[in-house]
């Protein structure tokens, strides 16, 4: 499953800059992933420094 911004996001762009597909933008309130893009690697929720990223269910 593709993993979810929360809205613990505070904006910062770590998780964009980090995504190697490039699956992720910035929204109005957090940044968001396009789920047709994302192939779960995980480097963006390790790489949170908020824990804003998580795994769905």
Known sequence: MPHYI???CTKCGTC???CPFEAISE???K???DPD???DCG???EE???G???EEE
Do not use: H, K, L, Q
Request: glycine share 4%; hydrophobic share 40%; proline share 4%.
């Open 52 to 54: 804003a990223i998580i």
């Open 43 to 45: 480097i963006c929720a």
């Open 48 to 50: 949170c420094p908020d």
């Open 27 to 29: 929204g109005e309130d």
């Open 6 to 8: 929360t809205d613990d």
């Open 16 to 18: 964009a800059d980090v």
């Open 37 to 39: 893009i994302c192939t």
């Open 31 to 33: 940044y968001v992933i």
